[in-house]
């Protein structure tokens, strides 16, 4: 059974940095391009960052490039997400989710394409 367990929200003040983490169980992560969707209160389910089968492709939402920094790790499972000079504008439910797929370097972040979903961890920024 997939499962997919998010860790790492919390309350932080604009500029500020938090790291969200996403422990991944029941299937082989080699197989699987991952992503990190957020979702504000009245606003569409969005990517902000999905990562590659094999790591070696990532994309970035254009309101985060230069701030988040995504990476995985296949050998633990896990899949990470750092936040930098974060602002109130990120706040929302963060949720990994992820996908099979053949393709190596496929880093596709449509929401739509994405079958395994966490449970979400709320991140707040706010002064």
């Known amino acids: 059974q997939v499962q997919l367990v998010e860790s790492g929200g919390g309350l932080v003040q604009p500029g500020g940095s938090l790291r969200l983490s996403c422990e991944a169980s029941?299937?082989?992560?080699?197989?699987?391009?991952i992503g990190w969707f957020r979702q504000a209160p009245g606003k569409e389910r969005e990517g902000v960052s999905c990562?590659?089968?094999?790591?070696?492709?990532?994309k970035y939402a254009d309101s985060v490039k230069g701030r988040f920094t995504m990476a995985r790790d296949n050998a633990k499972n896990t899949v990470s997400l750092q936040m930098n000079s974060l602002k109130p504008e990120d706040t929302a439910v963060y949720y990994c989710?992820?996908?099979?797929?053949?393709?190596?370097?496929?880093?596709?972040?449509?929401?739509?394409?994405?079958?395994?979903w966490g449970q979400g961890t709320q991140v707040t920024v706010s002064s």
């Open positions: 990562i590659s089968r094999n790591g070696g492709s990532t």
């Open positions: 989710a992820a996908r099979r797929t053949v393709l190596y370097f496929d880093a596709d972040c449509s929401p739509e394409r994405y079958g395994y």
């Open positions: 029941g299937f082989t992560q080699d197989y699987y391009a």
